[in-house]
């Protein structure tokens, strides 16, 4: 009896000293308050007192832990270590929400580290771009490093850059990459920054740089640059660039970069060179560049020209199809001596350039230029067979526009079609003859006479729209005064009427009528067609060029309009104060020289009544061109 209430007696202290050591466990790990701390006590009094108040505890920390990391790992750890838990739905539907969201992806991507995408695996497992993450770390593991060009990193989304103006000569370029590998980055020469505001020139890279980008840093860099509009300023400071291509729109830029980026020359010639072949400036459009940038120095800016040409020429740019070339001669006279000076006039791209362009105009200016120059036989030869040459005609009147007319009638000057060319051109420009206009009622003129070789005109249009007159020579001015000679026009005109206000010209002409008087003020004429206009036309720009005195062109004019012989010619006199009715004024020589100028036009003088009288002017000439002239025609 005795042992048995010993026994008892012991079991009870055994008891209680077991509450004691569960209370103070419990205590201590309340006191705690961690995930470790309440396992362990769970593990310590699996079935405790407190045990299913620690589980509660322990649910409410782990899913505390789950929200913090708010990752598929940690809600599907809390699944499993609770799945019969009152949030196991809500876990479920956040895993579930977390498997489609991309943001913890990108912000992976966006960090680029092996290390960041690692993690990403690690608390997503079945996220729906798990198979992407896991792409990016096998192609990491397999290219550690990644190189290419400029544009091609960014446009592959391998990195990012923002480019900034400094100054004509620079960009200054920052950039730093996208993606886990290295980047071995190149500028290559040839690219393109195009300037993000439209009043700023897009620039050029002409040397190439490299940068190696290991981290998200970003890295920053000045590129050597040339400007490829000429006629827009250059980006400052504050100027950004909006894009990057990888190389210029113009072939033949593109072709020649890279050895004018090598070539030794200063930094002015180079930027002359990129203009000529972008722009293909003028010499005065060059200098006006200059002058905007506030550094203009005539001697130097020639020689940078002289330079630009000479590089573009050595790189194979056909200098002598600029409009530069063009300008040479303005260059020339303030370039200093010196091997510039000697390339710019040596014969042999004189030669080139005149070939090239195969014109009239072209190998007029090269005779002009250099008279004795070695190709002076062959360069006549071929102006010979341009002037007759219909190609260059046919070429024009296939665009016929008045663009395309002009240049043929400016490089084919005395052209054997020069008369139909300046038909179309003012047709293509809508020029009316003065006679057509006068018919159409859309003009009213009045014409009084000026003396002897002019007439006055005054002309206002009649409809609303804007009209150019045109008064061809030959056009005939018939006066109303039957004492006074009508007039011929003996050059032609243009008037454009662009409101209904009277507008006066002076128009150049000659008397059409030997007999009469000479007209003034008081004399009124109308308008027509000449019947010899088409000889007149040929005729005017003979002696226009050849330079003649009023009385060798009154005389031509009357060979063709009245088929004067030498006497008649005879009537125009002049008094010894300046009036008429004395000293003859046509002689011999101006009859002979009027003859000469006639046949140059084209005009059949064997058909004429003065070619009678050859034999009498030829005698009483003395010895020159034109007698030798009128010799050989017996």
């Given at each position: 009896?005795?042992?048995?209430?010993?026994?008892?007696?012991?079991?009870?202290?055994?008891?209680?000293?077991?509450c004691d050591r569960t209370e103070s466990h419990w205590r201590d790990a309340r006191r705690i308050g961690t995930v470790a701390a309440y396992e362990q006590f769970l593990a310590q009094h699996p079935a405790g007192a407190r045990a299913d108040e620690a589980r509660r505890k322990l649910e409410d920390l782990r899913w505390e832990q789950a929200e913090q990391r708010s990752t598929i790992a940690g809600y599907q750890k809390f699944l499993q270590d609770h799945p019969q838990s009152r949030r196991a739905e809500e876990a479920k539907g956040r895993v579930e929400a977390m498997a489609s969201d991309a943001k913890p992806f990108w912000e992976a991507v966006d960090?680029?580290?092996?290390?960041?995408?690692?993690?990403?695996?690690?608390?997503?497992?079945?996220?729906?771009?798990?198979?992407?993450?896991?792409?990016?770390?096998?192609?990491?593991?397999?290219?550690?490093?990644?190189?290419?060009?400029?544009?091609?990193?960014?446009?592959?989304?391998?990195?990012?850059?923002?480019?900034?103006?400094?100054?004509?000569?620079?960009?200054?370029?920052?950039?730093?990459?996208?993606?886990?590998?290295?980047?071995?980055?190149?500028?290559?020469?040839?690219?393109?920054?195009?300037?993000?505001?439209?009043?700023?020139?897009?620039?050029?890279?002409?040397?190439?740089?490299?940068?190696?980008?290991?981290?998200?840093?970003?890295?920053?860099?000045?590129?050597?640059?040339?400007?490829?509009?000429?006629?827009?300023?250059?980006?400052?400071?504050?100027?950004?660039?909006?894009?990057?291509?990888?190389?210029?729109?113009?072939?033949?830029?593109?072709?020649?970069?890279?050895?004018?980026?090598?070539?030794?020359?200063?930094?002015?010639?180079?930027?002359?060179?990129?203009?000529?072949?972008?722009?293909?400036?003028?010499?005065?459009?060059?200098?006006?560049?200059?002058?905007?940038?506030?550094?203009?120095?005539?001697?130097?800016?020639?020689?940078?020209?002289?330079?630009?040409?000479?590089?573009?020429?050595?790189?194979?740019?056909?200098?002598?199809?600029?409009?530069?070339?063009?300008?040479?001669?303005?260059?020339?006279?303030?370039?200093?001596?010196?091997?510039?000076?000697?390339?710019?006039?040596?014969?042999?791209?004189?030669?080139?350039?005149?070939?090239?362009?195969?014109?009239?105009?072209?190998?007029?200016?090269?005779?002009?230029?250099?008279?004795?120059?070695?190709?002076?036989?062959?360069?006549?030869?071929?102006?010979?067979?341009?002037?007759?040459?219909?190609?260059?005609?046919?070429?024009?009147?296939?665009?016929?526009?008045?663009?395309?007319?002009?240049?043929?009638?400016?490089?084919?000057?005395?052209?054997?079609?020069?008369?139909?060319?300046?038909?179309?051109?003012?047709?293509?420009?809508?020029?009316?003859?003065?006679?057509?206009?006068?018919?159409?009622?859309?003009?009213?003129?009045?014409?009084?006479?000026?003396?002897?070789?002019?007439?006055?005109?005054?002309?206002?249009?009649?409809?609303?729209?804007?009209?150019?007159?045109?008064?061809?020579?030959?056009?005939?001015?018939?006066?109303?005064?039957?004492?006074?000679?009508?007039?011929?026009?003996?050059?032609?005109?243009?008037?454009?009427?662009?409101?209904?206000?009277?507008?006066?010209?002076?128009?150049?002409?000659?008397?059409?009528?030997?007999?009469?008087?000479?007209?003034?003020?008081?004399?009124?004429?109308?308008?027509?067609?000449?019947?010899?206009?088409?000889?007149?036309?040929?005729?005017?720009?003979?002696?226009?060029?050849?330079?003649?005195?009023?009385?060798?062109?009154?005389?031509?004019?009357?060979?063709?309009?009245?088929?004067?012989?030498?006497?008649?010619?005879?009537?125009?006199?002049?008094?010894?104060?300046?009036?008429?009715?004395?000293?003859?004024?046509?002689?011999?020589?101006?009859?002979?020289?009027?003859?000469?100028?006639?046949?140059?036009?084209?005009?059949?003088?064997?058909?004429?009544?003065?070619?009678?009288?050859?034999?009498?002017?030829?005698?009483?000439?003395?010895?020159?061109?034109?007698?030798?002239?009128?010799?050989?025609?017996?």
């Open positions: 009896m005795r042992r048995t209430a010993l026994f008892i007696v012991g079991l009870l202290l055994i008891a209680l000293a077991g960090e680029c580290t092996e290390a960041a995408l690692k993690r990403f695996l690690r608390n997503y497992p079945g996220h729906t771009l798990e198979r992407e993450a896991q792409r990016i770390l096998d192609e990491l593991a397999q290219t550690p490093e990644i190189a290419g060009n400029l544009v091609e990193l960014v446009n592959r989304g391998k990195m990012e850059c923002d480019a900034r103006g400094n100054g004509p000569e620079s960009v200054s370029l920052r950039v730093r990459k996208r993606t886990p590998q290295s980047v071995a980055l190149t500028v290559p020469v040839g690219t393109v920054f195009v300037a993000a505001a439209s009043d700023r020139c897009n620039v050029v890279a002409v040397a190439e740089s490299s940068l190696k980008l290991p981290d998200v840093n970003w890295q920053t860099v000045s590129l050597p640059v040339l400007s490829i509009d000429r006629q827009k300023a250059a980006p400052g400071a504050s100027d950004t660039f909006r894009s990057v291509r990888s190389e210029p729109e113009q072939k033949a830029l593109r072709a020649i970069l890279p050895a004018l980026g090598r070539a030794q020359v200063n930094n002015d010639a180079r930027q002359v060179a990129v203009w000529i072949i972008t722009d293909d400036p003028t010499y005065t459009a060059l200098t006006s560049s200059v002058v905007r940038s506030g550094t203009f120095r005539p001697v130097q800016l020639a020689s940078d020209v002289a330079m630009g040409m000479k590089l573009c020429d050595e790189l194979g740019v056909d200098i002598t199809r600029k409009a530069i070339w063009r300008d040479r001669q303005r260059v020339l006279r303030v370039l200093g001596n010196g091997s510039l000076r000697t390339w710019l006039c040596s014969d042999e791209l004189s030669w080139r350039a005149a070939e090239a362009r195969n014109t009239v105009a072209g190998y007029n200016e090269l005779l002009a230029g250099n008279p004795q120059i070695r190709n002076a036989d062959e360069a006549r030869r071929r102006i010979a067979r341009l002037l007759v040459d219909d190609i260059p005609f046919v070429a024009a009147r296939e665009k016929g526009t008045a663009g395309a007319w002009k240049e043929f009638l400016d490089e084919f000057p005395g052209h054997a079609r020069k008369a139909e060319a300046q038909a179309a051109y003012r047709k293509a420009r809508g020029v009316q003859d003065i006679v057509d206009l006068i018919d159409q009622r859309k003009i009213a003129v009045d014409i009084e006479g000026s003396g002897i070789e002019n007439v006055s005109v005054r002309v206002r249009k009649l409809v609303p729209e804007s009209v150019v007159v045109y008064i061809p020579v030959g056009t005939f001015f018939v006066s109303a005064n039957p004492s006074a000679q009508s007039m011929v026009g003996t050059r032609e005109v243009e008037i454009a009427l662009e409101d209904d206000k009277w507008q006066s010209i002076s128009v150049r002409a000659a008397c059409a009528n030997r007999t009469r008087g000479i007209p003034d003020s008081s004399d009124r004429f109308s308008v027509q067609r000449a019947p010899q206009q088409q000889d007149l036309a040929r005729l005017m720009p003979v002696l226009e060029r050849a330079g003649v005195s009023s009385s060798v062109r009154q005389a031509a004019v009357w060979i063709v309009t009245d088929d004067a012989n030498y006497e008649a010619l005879g009537i125009l006199v002049s008094g010894s104060f300046g009036g008429f009715g004395g000293t003859r004024l046509i002689d011999r020589m101006d009859a002979a020289m009027a003859m000469k100028l006639c046949q140059e036009a084209g005009v059949d003088m064997t058909r004429k009544a003065i070619w009678r009288d050859r034999f009498q002017i030829y005698h009483a000439l003395e010895d020159g061109p034109v007698k030798a002239w009128l010799g050989a025609q017996r």
